[in-house]
């Protein structure tokens, strides 16, 4: 059995507030040797995520990741060494891999599942034929439940989840409206992604009023990956029996002590709003459900896509930074190792 050493980056210290590097070591040790019906794969890009701020957190979290243990990640990786008759050397994984060189997966985990290239680039099966597509895919199909002529406003509209959901809701025939940091981005939601509409957050001292004109109609569905006053705001501009997904608290900064805000009840009852939380996780049994329309989708062109990829796993701690910053375009990765598919 040949010999790995592994590189892989730990969690030093949690988090009060926001992840910043100093958070994270990187450690070298052997890698681990798979058990029956497991794999072990060699990590081509593993991911950053904006959730991840919540997993490192002092605070109580649905996927703590534990001190002095591997930062957890979602990744992709070639199998170097299978105890499992159905995954060959050479096959693709997607999984829980962590900031890792090498990973131990099998079925039975969470989000395993083989990758064809043929479907796509690598890197795009951790994000539009992925993970922040069937984010986006369920929370706003499963959760907003829009339909055809409806107003759908997204935030983080740009981004890898965002610019998801802005595609799918345009593919199911609403008109969306996003928000996203900075005049590129904008530009990017309505010139790329196909926003009908699209608002610079940081160019307007009025957002009530920067909604109020992009959506004459209302506001059906608010796919919310912000929280805080952006939502305060939006609550009061939902049409009768709007639904208010949320999936992301990106502009609340720490959790304690508790944020305060717009008490928004009112607004709720006497509109009748559906105010949903999601979480991706939930849905693992019916992720080929979701991938078999975003395949097909990506196939027929209707799916445009950002990455932004840093390189080597000891970039990874500033790429995670640099979320919370909004400097990545699209879905922030770290290439572990080349991408053999490239070459
Ligand atoms: N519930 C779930 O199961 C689930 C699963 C996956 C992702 N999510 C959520 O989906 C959202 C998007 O994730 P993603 O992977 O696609 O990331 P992303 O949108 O590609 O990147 C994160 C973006 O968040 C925005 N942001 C950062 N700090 C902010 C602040 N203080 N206020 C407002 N916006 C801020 C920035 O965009 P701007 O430059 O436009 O501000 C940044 O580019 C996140 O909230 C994430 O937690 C939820």
Redesign the pocket.
């Known amino acids: 059995m040949a010999h790995h050493r592994n590189r892989r980056v730990i969690l030093k210290t949690r988090a009060t507030g926001l992840p910043v590097p100093e958070l994270f070591d990187m450690v070298e040790d052997d890698a681990p040797e798979p058990g029956d019906g497991e794999v072990l794969i060699n990590n081509i890009y593993v991911s950053a995520?904006?959730?991840m701020k919540g997993w490192i957190s002092t605070a109580k979290n649905y996927a703590s990741v534990e001190t002095g243990a591997t930062m957890n990640s979602f990744g992709v990786g070639v199998v170097v060494e299978s105890r499992n008759p159905d995954i060959a050397e050479g096959d693709y994984i997607v999984g829980r891999t962590g900031w890792q060189e090498y990973s131990i997966v099998a079925p039975e985990q969470g989000g395993f599942r083989k990758v064809d290239p043929a479907d796509g680039p690598l890197s795009a099966s951790l994000g539009v034929l992925g993970?922040?597509a069937i984010?986006a895919y369920f929370?706003l199909l499963d959760v907003g439940r829009p339909n055809a002529g409806e107003t759908v406003l997204v935030?983080?509209?740009?981004?890898?989840?965002?610019?998801a959901v802005g595609q799918f809701a345009n593919i199911k025939g609403c008109r969306t409206v996003g928000?996203?940091?900075?005049p590129e981005?904008a530009a990017l939601c309505r010139e790329v992604f196909g926003y009908d509409v699209a608002i610079d957050?940081?160019a307007t001292d009025d957002l009530a009023a920067a909604l109020q004109e992009a959506c004459p109609e209302g506001i059906d569905v608010y796919y919310d990956?912000?929280g805080?006053d952006?939502l305060d705001t939006v609550l009061g501009l939902m049409n009768q029996n709007g639904r208010v997904v949320i999936?992301?608290?990106?502009?609340t900064?720490a959790w304690v002590p508790p944020p305060t805000g717009l008490r928004f009840e009112r607004h709720v009852l006497v509109n009748r709003l559906r105010i949903q939380?999601?979480?991706?996780?939930d849905y693992q049994d019916r992720y080929e459900d979701a991938l078999a329309d975003i395949r097909q989708w990506f196939k027929e062109g209707k799916l445009n896509y950002r990455e932004d990829i840093a390189e080597g796993l000891e970039n990874a701690p500033a790429a995670l930074a640099g979320?919370?910053?909004?400097?990545?375009r699209?879905?922030?990765l770290i290439r572990v190792r080349p991408d053999p598919t490239l070459s």
């Open positions: 995520d904006p959730g993970h922040s984010t929370g935030s983080t509209a740009a981004g890898s989840v965002g610019s928000i996203a940091g900075g981005k957050y940081k990956n912000v805080g952006t999936c992301g608290t990106a502009a900064e939380g999601f979480i991706l996780f979320l919370y910053e909004g400097r990545n699209g879905r922030q």
